[in-house]
């Protein structure tokens, strides 16, 4: 069951990795950019 849990989060963590990365790209301004990539 643990390894369930475990892949489960992984698997969220790496679309939200993705989410964050779509969204940098999107940015107004390379601070912007800088900044929003951070977050990934």
């Known amino acids: ?3 369930y849990i ?3 989060q992984i698997l ?3 679309t939200s990795m ?3 990365f779509r969204e940098a ?3 107004e301004s390379t601070n ?3 900044h ?3 977050e990934v």
């Open 25 to 27: 790209l999107n940015a």
């Open 32 to 34: 912007d950019f800088i």
């Open 18 to 20: 993705g989410a964050n």
């Open 6 to 8: 475990l892949s489960k």
């Open 36 to 38: 929003k990539l951070g």
């Open 1 to 3: 069951m643990k390894e």
């Open 12 to 14: 969220r963590s790496g």
